[in-house]
């Protein structure tokens, strides 16, 4: 069984900064990407940013220069640095990890039950 938690949502000002964490966890042979989308209401999940396991990024651009994303291999957790914060950023952040269980030979990708964000005074 593989699972994939979030944490680290929250209220936050207009401005501010806030970062976000997923782990997986569970029967894991290997993970490769690991990454981060957000829905909005109303509005279809979009990517916010991926790392794989060598360390290459790639961001959407509505967050290029205010979130950074990074990743603790040992730990099989991937971090996103929120940075000037936005109303518009206010969605719920799911984590998605590409994953081969030890029991399978296949890859799937396992979300998260996602975090709210909510950006406003």
């Known amino acids: 069984q593989v699972q994939v938690m979030e944490s680290g949502g929250g209220l936050v000002q207009p401005g501010g900064s806030q970062r976000l964490s997923c782990t997986a966890s569970?029967?894991?042979?290997?993970?490769?990407?690991m990454g981060w989308y957000r829905q909005a209401p109303g509005k279809q999940r979009e990517l916010v940013a991926h790392i794989i396991s060598g360390g290459r990024t790639n961001y959407a651009e509505f967050v290029k220069g205010r979130f950074i994303i990074s990743r603790d291999n040992a730990k099989n957790t991937v971090y996103l640095q929120m940075n000037s914060l936005k109303p518009e950023d206010t969605a719920v952040y799911y984590c998605c990890a590409y994953i081969r269980p030890r029991e399978s030979g296949g890859w799937n990708n396992y979300w998260g039950q996602g975090t709210q964000v909510t950006v406003s005074s």
């Open positions: 569970g029967s894991i042979f290997s993970i490769n990407a």
